[in-house]
């Protein structure tokens, strides 16, 4: 390896703008979601925009960062939200965060959800388990301009009712008009009154107009599998669902190699996809 | 047109004492049993840098992405030359400058580190064991990405100008003691390399091209990756000595900071997210990943070669793991 020098020679420079310094966010509230997902709201130190489907990574100082797609509404700048399952050593450390508490932002990233090419359609969203965050932040934004969309039918799936994330929302979004909600749960309990099963038995239970509609699909990678086969044998086209991919994304900028799919990257020319854009590239499920 | 200068090898190394006090200037001297770029900083040491032998040891991209750096500071601005730089190492430039200054994240640190440095390439006039930059139609002459093309040939030095970086040096630090000359006199120069060009070729006949690797090993089963990956420890030292890869971590600090430091596809959970799921999780996996990469993935989306045919990798493998003999076999 080359040697290292103690001589300098410096002429500083200010790069143009440094997409790896986060800006600095304090924890506004966190709010228990389910026995394992939490909703951290934050206030960034300054005005932050992003379009809904497009990411971020939150930064624990000194611990490590997470991408998630923000769960709030991409019309509100001066506060986020993110919604975070509990699965591994980042995500344990934002669990344990509290009202104060000091966190970076970096992004937004990657891209988002067409929104201008789903104007005058149908939009048939299917979410399962923590999926629903991004899809959260796109029915915010499709509620905020819902003269511009003929119909949205939400299909949501989790283990369990206890599980089943934004209550208060899914309530609030089922007296929108234009707006339809459908649940279903794995393992119900005596007080589940929805569907029963995996989140694809409800699009039986759906009436959409194909021609005129695009599909969304966000959750785990075993429900995004069949979710989209699903939908595909209902006759959508592969170029008219929209996938949000899940990598293992880090530098946000198509660079450090982490989220490769085979010749894309996730964090930069995702995380939303047409299935027509990545079916032939590999382990796109796992 | 382009300017060819000839000068004395006595003078070329008084140009090179006058340019250290500006520059660092990185040159190859011969360590221990390996050749190997060293900082130059007196007048003594110029003396012992070798030209127109094969590859250094560290490839050309240690210069432009250090192994680990902060990156929330203020780039560093440090001006230097880098001289002595192979062709198969700035054939390997194309694809970093076509991934690290791509629109619209251009990396700070990178473009810093490039628009400082001058760099100084030169023919080669040998070849190292596994050299087969003439398979992937990279030449052993300096033809592209240097400021300078250099030979050292019979006690004189024979500069090529192939920049306007390259230029301005020529005019502050060669010019008064050189004398510009024609084409015709840089033949007999040039024509090392071209012979050596015929015996890389001659060679490596059996080894598949570029393109033709690239359809191979997509249409490959796995039998044959499980058989070469048997042996691999996943050290990751056939990426970090390559001069096209370029996968990194970043490591967070206290206080916002952050630390970049070089990665590779070889080590185990590198693509695994939090909830478990790990595309690469066998060793074989990994290891063709890494092939898939380079002859499939980043030619097709760069346009440009990730594998420049430098060899370091067989070089560098401690279960003497050799992907020449692996695209003979896939191409038999």
Redesign the interface.
Known sequence: MPEATARTRSKTRKPARNMYTPLPATVEKVIDESPTIKTIAMIPDEEFSFKTGEFIELTIPGIGEAPFTPSSSPLETKRMEVTVMKTGYVTDYIHRLKKGDRVGIRGPFGRGYPLEDMYGKEILILGGGCGFAPIRSLLYNLMAEKDQFRKVTLCYGSKTPEECIYKPFINELRSVEKFEVLRSVDKPDETWEESVGVVTVLLDEIRVDIPNAVAVVCGPPIMMKFGTFKLLEMGFPENKIFLSMEKNMSCGLGKCGHCTMGKYFVCKDGPVFTYDEIKDQPDIWS | MTKHYLISHENWDKVLNRAIS?Y?L?APVIRENHQ????V?QEQDISHIIYNTAKPA?PLK??FLP?KEN??R??????RIILGIPPCDLAGLEMLDT??L?EP????YYR?RRENTLLIGTDCFTAQEHCHCTTYGVSPAVEKYADIRLASHEGNMYLTVLSGKGEEFVREYIAGEARETDESRMAPVWEKSGQLKKELEERNSRLPGYERTGVLIRKSGEDIWEKYAADCVSCGACSSICPTC?????I?????E?V?SL?T?QHPA??????????LHSKSARFR?RY??KY??RP??YNTLACTGCGRCIEACIARINKNELFVELNA
Do not use: M, Q
């Open positions: 500006k660092h990185y190997d770029y060293k900082l900083e560290s240690t210069f192994v990156v929330v203020e780039p560093e601005g440090t001006s991934f690290y791509e994240y251009v990396d700070p810093d370029t996968c990194f971590l970043l967070d600090r206290p206080e916002f952050k970049r990665d596809c590198f693509e695994r997210v939090a909830a478990g799921e790990d595309p990943n898939l990469c499939v993935w097709e989306k």
